[in-house]
Nanobody, 126 residues
Framework: QRQFVESGGGLVQPGGSLRLSCAAS????????IGWFRQAPGKEREGVAC????????????????RFTISSDNVTNTVYLQMNSLESEDTGVYTCGGGPYYYC???????????GGKGTLVTVSS
């Protein structure tokens, strides 16, 4: 059974950094595309970044490009999202999800992924 457990969220001031972790079990990361998604209060879920660890291919939401970095560790079966220069608009519940390798980059903005656990809350506020 595929499972994702997200962690690493918290309260941070604008301009600060956080690193989120997505621990996967029940499958091998390298065989799939893994994405990070977020949902702000009152808004729809949106794709933030995705990665195919086997090829190294990545894709980012335009508003986070240059500030966020997605990476994967096939030994620990974990995908990370390093978030720098955080802005109030980055506030939301962040979840991870998986899909066939071809979901990244083409399906990052589509709501068709196999989404993970409860997510982790990121609050950017002074």
């Amino acid at each position: 059974q595929r499972q994702f457990v997200e962690s690493g969220g918290g309260l941070v001031q604008p301009g600060g950094s956080l690193r989120l972790s997505c621990a996967a079990s029940g499958f091998t990361l390298s065989s799939l595309a893994i994405g990070w998604f977020r949902q702000a209060p009152g808004k729809e879920r949106e794709g933030v970044a995705c990665i195919v660890s086997e090829s190294g291919r990545t894709k980012y939401l335009q508003t986070v490009e240059g500030r966020f970095t997605i990476s994967s560790d096939n030994v620990t079966n974990t995908v990370y999202l390093q978030m720098n220069s955080l802005e109030s608009e980055d506030t939301g519940v962040y979840t991870c999800g998986g899909g066939p390798y071809y979901y990244c980059p083409g399906a990052l903005t589509r709501n068709i992924w196999n989404y993970g656990g409860k997510g982790t809350l990121v609050t950017v506020s002074s």
